[in-house]
């Protein structure tokens, strides 16, 4: 219940959300029915040195439509 009314409110009021710790294809589906469209989690990736991550980023944006 909780879940899906922080979205409304949030939205209600103007505010951009993102949802913390999104693990699972089905955790993201329904945030993203209950009004919230931003994640982060193990579902898009694992913890990294910063060095690790400025080198993924570099590479995504490299290459073609920004994917690996």
Do not use: K, W, Y
């Amino acid at each position: 219940m909780v879940e899906g009314n922080v979205p409304r409110l949030a939205n209600s009021l103007g505010l951009d959300i993102i949802a913390e710790g999104v693990e699972t294809d089905e955790e993201r589906a329904f945030l993203l029915e209950h009004g919230c469209p931003g994640f982060q989690g193990f579902l898009f990736g694992r913890a990294m040195p910063p060095e690790d991550f400025e080198e993924a980023l570099l590479a995504r944006s490299s290459s073609p439509a920004g994917r690996p």
